[in-house]
């Protein structure tokens, strides 16, 4: 728990949550993920489930696209490398490269975007024992803000603001590990068609 | 399938509708044999509460057959069951501690925004009650997906009729955990504020739990009756100072446990708490809270406030103070359908709880909309309307 320790506020809460976020991602991509930009995100979920089951479902990249609402389709390219592409707010898609930088087996995994990526970024996602409660998923992004201002009213307006979706991806990650199912209201396959279109 | 769709305030149609699929492993596909309209029904035939879209349908205490199931349900065709209005899990930490009403997976993931927003973290699905809970289509209808089809919907023995067995899906599981919030001890007297279904429900449990005797305050006679029947004393507050009449009928001392089934009387999300949310409407809030105000001025000192009242938002002029100075206990919370059902059915098979007395009207399915407008208009004769879509059916 020790590297997500706020040191610059003297307290324990996650460096996302920091109110100083230059400070933050300062700290955070130097010593936990490799700086893309100037934007960090990070949101933490309690999953009933033991976390070597949640850590090799991750670790599979090719599990991930039912579960993260904007990516279209995650190629693996090699054990390291994969390939993304993922909706953008304006209605196209963008693309990267992302290459794993750091992988503990059942703990953790941290990735960067390669060189021309539309939207450099990185991250990690790490799996801590809750005890009775399961495993503590924690997730961390930093990526560089597309179109600037601009990029993030249009992002909002269309809900694809990373920040929210990081949080409904986890959500449904949970629901996925915990239920065997993703929910929905949805009442006939047409309307589910259309909802995960 | 038919089924009784929201179009707007006042008005509630009979449509024809796509039937509902197996969308999850999980699910099961449920032929309605009974509905009824619950009070907070009439929230939504108000317009008050956001969210709502035409076409949308109605419908969270309904019970039927099974037809249709998912590779993972436990149930079998042919079986019947009565649902639980609440969509939880069964897998997840609150599952886990029978808080079935704070599942953490019965929304949508999309869903879950708001209530984070409102109350710090998401609370389980619904049926048939807006988008803020879900978007579930409900069960007025001839059929009903069911969600969480292992866990929620309980299996009714053959050879009991659908009315007696109806309300295990809300209001009987409702009032009978508003009166356990009440830990009521031999010979307490408890006051039960509102002669509503669930209230009614509470008068019978606070009795079964070991009250002594039971005090049931409302105006409409009608309902007031039914509650003298189960053995409550009676206030009418429109013709009598209840809380002067409760300080003489206990010689002073007060209700030792006081029950709140008033409240906005509508599943959270009432249109006045969201716009007090926003600090537009402030002044709605302060006199909305009457009944819980009133029943912790008037509980005994030390004692227990019970609330299965639903607020949605904040309150102006909560006496925090008395709750603190008497040192009184509040609980309260959505119901947690799932862990009251087993015990409440084999109440009801065993004849100790008969729920019958409530049903003042038997409708089928296609005169829902004038069952929701006599329920709106005469709230003391008619105190229970019930759908039965396949007498609509046979109708035809």
């Not at chain 1, 979920?45 to 033991?50: A, D, E, K, L, Q």
């Amino acid at each position: 728990m020790a590297d997500t320790m706020n040191r610059a506020s003297h307290d324990d809460a996650p460096l996302s949550t920091a109110n100083n976020q230059r400070q933050a991602i300062d700290e955070a991509t130097d010593s936990l993920i490799v700086q893309r930009g100037d934007t960090l995100v990070a949101r933490a979920v309690t999953i009933n489930r033991p976390r070597a089951e949640l850590y090799a479902f991750w670790r599979d990249f090719s599990n991930l696209p039912p579960i993260l609402d904007n990516v279209v389709r995650i190629d693996v390219l090699d054990g390291e490398r994969s390939h993304w592409v993922v909706r953008s707010p304006g209605g196209g898609t963008v693309e990267w490269d992302s290459r794993i930088t750091e992988d503990r087996e059942g703990e953790l995994i941290a990735w960067a975007s390669e060189e021309g990526a539309d939207i450099p970024n990185s991250g990690r996602i790490e799996f801590r024992d809750a005890g009775n409660r399961g495993t503590v998923v924690v997730a961390t992004i930093n990526y560089a803000q597309p179109y600037g201002t601009f990029g993030r009213i249009l992002s909002r307006i269309f809900q694809r603001e990373p920040k929210m979706q990081a949080q409904r991806d986890l959500r449904r990650f949970k629901q996925l590990m915990e239920t065997g199912e993703v929910a929905t209201s949805s009442r006939t396959r047409k309307q589910l068609e259309e909802e995960r279109s | 399938m038919r089924a009784l769709t929201w179009h707007g305030k006042h008005d509630v149609r009979v449509d024809t509708v796509d039937d509902p699929e197996i969308l999850n492993p999980r699910d099961a596909i449920i032929k309605i044999t009974s509905t009824a309209i619950c009070g907070s029904d009439l929230h939504l035939y108000d317009g008050y509460i956001p969210t709502m879209m035409a076409g949308d349908i109605l419908g969270h205490e309904f019970m039927g057959e099974v037809v249709e199931t998912g590779a993972r349900s436990t149930l079998k065709k042919g079986q019947r069951v009565v649902v639980p209005f609440t969509i939880a899990c069964g897998a997840c930490y609150h599952c886990g501690k029978h808080q079935y009403s704070g599942c953490e997976n019965g929304l949508p993931a999309d869903n879950q925004d708001i209530g984070q927003e409102l109350y710090g973290q998401p609370m389980a699905g619904l049926f048939g009650y807006s988008h803020l809970t879900g978007g579930y289509a409900g069960g007025q209808a001839e059929y009903v997906r069911v969600p969480f089809s292992d866990v929620g919907p309980i299996v009714i023995p053959d050879g009991i009729e659908d009315d007696k067995v109806l309300f295990l899906s809300d209001i009987l599981p409702t009032g009978w955990m508003a009166a356990e919030n009440a830990e009521i001890e031999p010979g307490d007297t408890v006051a039960v504020w509102g002669c509503g279904p669930v209230g009614l429900f509470a008068v019978q449990s606070a009795f079964l739990m070991g009250a002594e005797r039971v005090i049931a305050i409302d105006h409409f006679p009608r309902r007031l009756e039914l509650a003298r029947r189960f053995g409550a004393e009676t206030i009418n507050f429109e013709e009598t100072d209840t809380a002067a009449a409760l300080f003489e009928m206990t010689g002073g001392i007060g209700p030792d446990a006081v029950i709140d089934s008033v409240g906005l009387e509508a599943h959270g999300f009432f249109v006045d708490n969201v716009l007090d949310q926003l600090k537009k409407s402030t002044f709605l809030g302060t006199d909305r809270i009457h009944s819980i105000r009133q029943a912790i001025l008037a509980c005994r000192k030390g004692g227990r406030v019970s609330m299965p009242a639903v607020y949605g938002g904040f309150v102006d002029k909560f006496p925090l103070g008395a709750l603190m100075e008497k040192g009184l206990t509040l609980k309260t919370g959505q119901t947690h359908v799932q862990h009251y059902m087993p015990a409440l059915l084999n109440a009801i098979l065993e004849e100790k709880i008969d729920t019958t007395f409530l049903i003042s009207h038997t409708l089928p399915l296609e005169q829902a909309p004038q069952g929701y407008k006599m329920f709106h208009d005469n709230q003391n004769e008619v105190t229970k309307v019930v759908l039965k879509p396949g007498r609509a059916l046979a109708a035809e």
